[in-house]
């Protein structure tokens, strides 16, 4: 392959990847398928969220009187990991605390989960039968005795219904893991009035949009069946003109997710680095059917987020009560974490699709558990030691394409020995295209030439470039992370601003990198489409990678620099004797 047809072909490059950077994901139409610490549990002040209320439920008309925030108690369970705060209002969880992910880069702060969100997570709602609307349930929840730093029962009511919910850290059993960011859940409804319980729904709770995904990309609700992805996003609540009227939409007040034939496996929500994950554990718990409503949430500063209601319909027990028990994971999108869940729950890391519809997601799974793979044998190299795996692993990858681009190098090196007799015989024979190839053809057969012999290297690299690009968007192992002059590996490497613009290092590195690359390439037909694709190339890079996480960038620039160690390295083709065009007179 020439110079001109490897140009065309990282043209192709670019183009896709330009496409596939400014895609973000589309929602599916509804209906798409550790020891615990020791210390004491005691009441703590009532937390004072963001004074923006979420209007969107109403207080149940079938529950007790309404407790006002204010005069809600808190209690408090714990793990090593998280600390999670419950409410006597609704008897849910009021806010979530990561004890080992800071907020930012001053550490000073943790994430906290459902921060600004008026409504609790894994709050009971109720369905009224007149308007159809759910009803969130706010009534008095009293802790019971026996309480512990790792595990709380609340007792309140609903229509008359006695209500029990417990929360607790999970024990290891015969030899079963735990995962620290888990809390188990059960919620028992026992009915008095001889009729079966109601159906209660749940909610996921809602997470702060992060800086970086500033068009909300992965701030979203997912449901998973098994086999169907569903995912509302905030674009669902958002008034819209599409594109050129195509897919313009009013904003939605919320969002059903049609009742499935099949129960959902778990329901979601989250955004580029932590995802809350309502699990029921078992059939039993998830019953025969699932229905979801999303709800926008109203935050400080005109932001919003996201969270969902969801009720598996389970069947009624022989005292007419109902039970949803399962797991709720509050934590971080760490791979290896999330990965190791049951029924797919790794699908919360939402790997982008190019175009919409070319997956990524396996290529994703394998360098992801590479790089985890790799950190692991560096960390003794201390805090830079993510950013000397994603070194390794760029030299990984490149020892294992290094033969095929060493075939690519070197065909194009010889090409290049017989761009003169190429360009002859185009010159006489333009008017005569078939001819024309055949001579071409025979030139390359009797010297040996394979003009084909750089498009495999190509093709391997594409599903690389983009499966990393598509894993580090949230990586949530390297956030926070920093490597020499890089302050957070997720996060773009400005090491300055000017008037407010943000100087990134990376990118422009890479940019010249690229070009000394491309300009040690040999070339075998000069032109001047040649010399514009290649300033597109070394221009267009850059601009796009520009705001990327630095984790990218910092891959892309390493891989150049290898690539012109290897173009240096590579050895000349031998000098040969160029056969010349057939003497004779070619009739047109």
């Known amino acids: ?150 595990s709380i029962t609340l007792v309140g ?175 971080p999108k760490e791979y290896a974490r999330v990965a190791a869940l049951p029924d797919g729950q790794v699908a919360v890391l939402q790997f982008s699709k190019l175009l919409g519809f070319i997956s990524f997601g396996a290529i994703c799974k394998l360098l992801l558990a590479t790089l985890g793979g790799v950190h692991w044998l560096l960390e003794w190299s201390g805090s830079w030691s993510w950013g000397w795996a994603i070194v390794l692993l760029t030299c990984l990858i490149k020892v294992i394409t290094w033969p095929l681009t060493a075939v690519q190098m070197k065909a194009a090196k010889k090409m290049q020995k017989f761009a003169k007799p190429m360009q002859d015989i185009r010159e006489k024979l333009k008017d005569n295209p078939e001819k024309m190839q055949k001579e071409l053809m025979k030139l390359y057969t009797e010297n040996k030439i394979n003009p084909f012999a750089g498009c495999l290297p190509i093709l391997i690299q594409m599903p690389i470039f983009f499966g990393l690009y598509t894993a580090f968007q949230t990586t949530v192992e390297l956030r926070l992370h920093s490597f020499l002059w890089i302050h957070d590996l997720s996060a773009p490497d400005t090491v300055f601003h000017i008037g407010g613009f943000p100087v990134n290092l990376l990118p422009i590195l890479m940019g010249l990198s690229m070009w000394q690359s491309m300009r040690m390439t040999p070339n075998p037909s000069a032109d001047s489409s040649q010399k514009t694709i290649f300033l597109m190339m070394t221009l267009l890079f850059p601009i796009i990678c520009y705001p990327m996480p630095a984790a990218l960038t910092l891959y892309m620039t390493i891989q150049n620099l290898l690539t012109i160690l290897q173009t240096w390295l590579t050895k000349d083709e031998p000098d040969v004797v160029v056969i010349p065009p057939a003497t004779k007179k070619v009739k047109g």
């Open 157 to 331: 009511s609903l229509d008359g219904a006695r209500v029990e919910r417990t929360f607790f850290f999970g024990a290891p059993k015969d030899g079963e893991t735990i995962e620290a960011y888990s809390l188990r859940f059960a919620t028992k409804v026992i009915p008095v009035s001889g009729k079966p319980a109601t159906s209660i729904w749940v909610s996921t709770g809602s997470w702060q949009p992060t800086e970086a995904d500033s068009a909300n990309q992965f701030l979203s609700v997912l449901a998973y069946d098994g086999d169907e992805l569903t995912r509302v996003g905030l674009d669902v609540f958002t008034d819209s003109t599409g594109f050129f009227g195509l897919g313009s939409h009013k904003a939605q007040s919320e969002h059903p997710v049609a009742s499935v034939a099949k129960p959902l496996l778990w329901v979601a929500s989250g955004n580029q680095f932590f995802a809350s994950i309502v699990h029921p554990r078992d059939a039993a718990a998830r019953g025969t059917r699932t229905e979801v409503m999303v709800l926008p949430v109203p935050l400080e500063a005109g932001k919003r987020s996201l969270h969902a209601f969801a009720s598996w319909e389970t069947v009624p027990a022989a005292d007419l009560s109902r039970t949803l028990e399962g797991d709720f994971f509050v934590g």
């Open 1 to 150: 392959m020439d110079r001109k047809n490897f140009f065309l072909g990282m043209a192709c490059i670019v183009a896709a990847f330009a496409l596939f950077f400014l895609s973000k994901p589309e929602p599916r139409p509804a209906g798409a398928s550790a020891p615990a610490s020791q210390v004491q549990v005691a009441p703590v002040a009532p937390t004072v969220l963001s004074p923006v209320a979420n209007t969107s439920l109403a207080p149940s008309a079938q529950a007790a009187k309404p407790v006002r925030r204010a005069d809600a108690k808190s209690f408090v369970i714990e793990n090593e990991r998280i600390k999670v705060t419950l409410s006597s209002r609704g008897g849910a969880i009021s806010k979530v605390e990561l004890k080992k992910e800071f907020a930012d880069v001053t550490k000073t702060q943790v994430v906290t989960f459902n921060s600004g969100n008026d409504e609790s997570a894994l709050a009971i709602a109720v369905k009224n039968p007149t308007t159809g609307k759910l009803e969130a349930v706010l009534s008095e929840f009293v802790a019971q005795p026996g309480a512990s730093a790792n």
